[in-house]
């Protein structure tokens, strides 16, 4: 058992989804505190999940653990991608940020895309794991559900009818690209603190 | 038990440094193929594994290990460093590096210093773990020892009265900078391969 994991995220939603799937394997989980920025300039999922959960621990000294997440559309050039959270820029909501994704998929014949995550969790200044969870799916025509958050409503999963945001959390908690991320680090973390 | 890993080092003095730590946890140990070149240019050790292990798994796509290592005194600001294998040039010996080093030691008080071991394994392209080993210890006055390799004539660690180059493989293999930096990295592999 972990005793102690601060989670390099300001977005409540990660840091929920987050908990629940690490809930069996860390006794106390803490969002980063809530005057931090950390500037995500990477070049890649895994660069920024680094720069977060490096920042965090510099600060805090205590294990932290970075998620940094996006979907990637195929017939956009793997768009919104790494600025899933920008895209269309800061001040447009997620229901703009989908009608403008939908818009740009009119004409597309391929609606693939996938949902990924880059999961990092610094045990001291020098010794982490780096990892990815990755789903496949497609965008819908239109939004379907109000579970979830960001993109949910336009992406369904391979292998099932509905989309993130029609399932539940305890559904999408263990399916999803954040919980296969999370699964993997789960399974190493214990290894390291157990053994 | 790991089946085979990639050790991403042209070096055979590393090379079987590795073998040695690790040969009860990996079933096959190869080198990088001999004729690969890889351009070490990030500005940190670990920076510098990362960029080996990450170049052999992509030409080879099995897991690999990277080692990159230095040693590290202190009144010399950290040098001779990142860049202990060129010293004052690729074309210098061990034994004119060390005597450089020992003359621009020759007034200062403070001769401690430390080998480092920076260590990643890239099992996929997305997943890797990063870790490092360790070792304080001072330089002394003249060059003690004929074995081991490098700087080890002139490093002698914490707790010791010998040089690393005055230990048999066995001694140095159980107390080295490489050696902590892979018996964290073998118990990692052991819990991810067997549980």
Same mark, same amino acid.
């Given at each position: ?10 977005? +409540?939603? #990660?840091?929920?989804? @987050?908990?629940?799937? &690490? *809930? =069996? ?69 997620? +229901?703009? #940020?989908?009608?403008? @994704?939908?818009?740009? &998929? *009119? =004409? ?88």
């Amino acid at each position: 058992m972990i005793k102690k994991l601060i989670i390099a995220t300001a977005n +409540k939603h #990660k840091l929920s989804e @987050i908990e629940f799937i &690490l *809930k =069996d394997s860390v006794k106390e989980i803490s969002p980063m505190p809530a005057d931090m920025e950390i500037e995500e300039n990477g070049k890649t999922f895994m660069e920024n999940s680094l720069i977060k959960a490096k920042a965090v621990y510099e600060k805090i000294k205590i294990p932290s653990l970075a998620d940094d997440s996006g979907l990637c559309i195929n017939a956009l050039g793997g768009k919104p991608g790494l600025f899933s959270a920008r895209y269309g820029g800061e001040n447009l909501s997620y +229901k703009e #940020k989908m009608q403008m @994704i939908l818009e740009e &998929l *009119k =004409d597309k014949k391929d609606r693939t895309a996938y949902f990924i995550t880059s999961a990092v969790c610094m045990l001291n200044e020098k010794y982490y794991i780096a990892l990815e969870g990755k789903v496949d799916g497609k965008i819908i025509e239109s939004p379907r559900g109000f579970e979830g958050f960001g993109y949910d409503p336009i992406f369904m999963p391979e292998g099932f009818n509905m989309t993130y945001a029609e399932m539940k959390a305890e559904e999408k908690n263990l399916i999803s690209h954040r919980f296969i991320a999370m699964s993997k680090m789960k399974k190493i973390l214990s290894c390291i603190y157990e053994h």
